[in-house]
């Protein structure tokens, strides 16, 4: 594999069973899995999968990404939103559940997802990235309340949006609470480094 090519496949993604079976030798768990429309859709980037051990079915790269039929085992205790998110929600983007601190989703899609993701309600699903009302009537929110010190941008991803979207969405926060701290959250530069540029550096 010359270099050009080496770089293209590992930005790819890995977005199905059958594209991961020809990539690793399931464990039986893992191949019972079934893709359907309530369970966190499989997506793992080539990168990362690339650091799991294929030899190890332990491996902790690999419990993480790599769905397996133990997860959708539903019991009378288990939950699509464990912290009873959407008491908190204040708005169908905006959460805060503690005096000081909000979070906002800005998107369901990740690079890569988590089998043990806690938003497994919101992620990979079906409701795409914020629209600019939702994030008006966030930062109104936010306007009106100077408790909230902190703003968590999470998801989703955050870094799944493009650089130019990213930047009109902090000063949109930015100009309703010039005071508030805003903290990125995001998985990709673990999962998808090569998202992580020059320029989105400077956004
Ligand atoms: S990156 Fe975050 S939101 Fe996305 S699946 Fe993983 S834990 Fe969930």
Redesign the pocket.
Known sequence: MNEREDTKSSRSFIKDKQALQSRLTLTSEEARWQESDEALPLLISSYYLSLINPDDPDDPIRKQVVPSCAETVCTYAESTDPQDEKHYSITNRLIRRYRSRAAFLVTDT?AT??RY?F?RRF?GGNAGPADNNDIIRAAEYLAMHPQVKELLLT???LLTLSDKRIDEMITVFRTYRADLVIRLCS?IPVTYPMRVTDGLSRC
């Open positions: 990740c997802y988590c993701c938003r992620s998801g989703g991803d998985r």
